[in-house]
């Protein structure tokens, strides 16, 4: 069966990178189409006639839209089962906690961190207060994130895209001077994952991407 023709909107930095590595993981073909949230362009009739939300990542996928990463990251290992984004293991538990992962980094740590880097987004009054009760929240969970990297090396006890999206997490935190150091395992989970080519190709793409929006 032929390959759906698929465009992901990225902005580097953003959480479409775990898109970009579960595609390059998978070893489909796709375009990549930027979308500049730093000047504002998720919010203009033309993003939004795409996508409804305002929001990267989203997958055309033979022109349709498929929002949300979790949903994005099940579609293409659906449509590569064998490319390794989750564990083989088909058990109903090891299905139930890939979905667990991705609801954690999309659900739980995704608004936290938020309020961590932009706290204006989430607020009209003083953004401080709103960083403060996000750090306390995230460090609950970076907290529960380090003890399962201690039991089991990765998320799910073997490399999945789910340790992409919360090395994507941790970083964003990290990077808005979330005080990283009680979790030594999440600061070297990036590292044991660089030799990785779709991860490596992920940080390229991004680099690409800044030079090209001038970031
Ligand atoms: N729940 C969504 C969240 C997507 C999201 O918030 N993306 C951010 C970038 S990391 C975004 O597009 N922000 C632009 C905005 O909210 O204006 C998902 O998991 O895909």
Not at 14 to 22: D, E, G, K, L, R
Not at 37 to 59: F, I
Not at 97 to 117: D, K
Request: proline share 7%; hydrophobic share 40%; net charge negative.
């Amino acid at each position: 069966m032929p390959q759906p023709e698929l465009v992901l909107y990225h902005f580097p930095g953003a959480c479409s990178q775990v898109s970009i590595c579960a595609l390059e993981t998978a070893g489909l073909s796709y375009e990549v189409r930027l979308v500049n949230l730093a000047a504002g362009e998720q919010s203009g009739a033309d993003y939004l006639g795409v996508s409804p939300l305002g929001k990267v990542p989203l997958l055309l996928i033979d022109g349709e839209p498929l929002s949300e990463n979790a949903a994005i990251l099940t579609y293409i290992a659906t449509l590569r089962p064998d490319a390794g984004l989750f564990p083989a293991d088909p058990s109903p538990r090891m299905r139930a906690e890939a979905v667990g992962g991705m609801s954690f980094c999309g659900g739980t740590l995704h608004p936290q961190i938020r309020g961590i880097a932009n706290p204006s987004r989430l607020t009209d009054g003083d953004g401080e207060p709103v960083r403060k009760k996000s750090e306390a929240l995230a460090k609950k969970s970076f907290g529960y994130a380090e003890r399962r990297l201690a039991e089991r090396e990765w998320w799910l006890g073997e490399w999945s895209i789910v340790d992409v999206y919360l090395n994507w997490a941790f970083t964003v935190a990290r990077n808005a001077k979330f005080d990283s150091t009680p979790y030594p395992l999440l600061n070297g989970h990036a590292g044991k994952m660089s030799d990785r080519p779709a991860f490596q190709r992920m940080l390229e793409i991004d680099a690409e991407a800044r030079a090209t929006l001038k970031l």
